[in-house]
């Protein structure tokens, strides 16, 4: 199976914008899904198939993909953003599992 | 209201058997495919094992493959995680995640709807 890696922590300002990478080998070959997680509470998706902003999400957050980088960007960040944020990935070989975390990033807002 | 509801968890010894369950409402349960995710308190999220509308396909992580058995009851509204031969490496919240719609991601899997999770620990 494959991984995906994300940088632990990023920190920014209310207002300034967060960019959150999520990095594979077969990025190129798979669409990105991302998650936030705030403390206590069940994951809940953000943006789908690379680009696409789940019903209910708020515009701020955007995804892009390029090569082996995934981005999560989150324009204008406010207080309530400060969250855990997952990248995930599928396999559709029948000699891998079908899912894949990234090892997720703690967003601070400070 | 849609929704998914975990039950079952609590404290284990090493080698013992478990079975979590998760209980959906709200939607039409056979129309999805099912998975389990797991989080050890404070670390990132694990996907365990998943399967399709009836329970005919199954994956597992190697992590779990030969010790755990996902299975789903579409009658009861009801998917199962039986553990076997735990180890304290299985010490996590157990979540239980709905497929997403295969018209938002064609063959992939990702999760659009997620229980609040059932803690297990395994501790001698």
């Known amino acids: 199976s494959y991984e995906l890696t994300q940088p632990p922590s990023v920190s920014v300002s209310p207002g300034q914008t967060a960019r959150i990478t999520c990095s594979g080998d077969?990025?190129?070959?798979?669409?990105t899904y991302w998650y936030q997680q705030k403390p206590g509470q069940a994951p809940v998706v953000l943006i789908y198939k690379d680009i696409k902003r789940s019903s209910g999400i708020p515009e701020r957050f955007s995804g892009s993909s390029s090569g082996t980088t995934a981005t999560l960007t989150i324009s204008g960040v406010q207080a309530e953003d400060e969250a855990d944020y997952y990248c995930q990935s599928t396999d559709s070989s029948a000699t891998s599992p079908p899912v894949v975390f990234g090892g997720g990033t703690k967003l601070t807002v400070l | 209201e849609v929704q998914l509801a975990e039950s079952g968890g609590r404290v284990a010894r090493p080698g013992e058997s478990l079975r979590v369950s998760c209980a959906a409402s709200g939607f039409t349960f056979e129309d999805f495919g099912m998975a389990w995710v797991r989080q050890v308190p404070g670390k990132g999220l694990e996907w365990v094992s998943g399967?399709?509308?009836?329970?005919?396909?199954?994956h597992y992580a190697d992590s779990v493959k030969g010790r755990f058995t996902i299975s789903r009851d579409n009658a009861k509204n009801s998917l199962y995680l039986q553990m076997s031969s735990l180890s304290v490496e299985d010490t996590a919240f157990y979540y239980c995640?709905?497929?997403?719609?295969?018209?938002?991601?064609?063959?992939?899997?990702?999760?659009?709807?997620w229980g609040r999770g059932t803690l297990v620990t395994v501790s001698s």
């Open positions: 077969a990025l190129p070959k798979r669409h």
């Open positions: 399967l399709n509308w009836n329970g005919a396909n199954t």
């Open positions: 995640a709905r497929r997403g719609d295969a018209a938002m991601a064609g063959t992939d899997w990702f999760f659009d709807l």
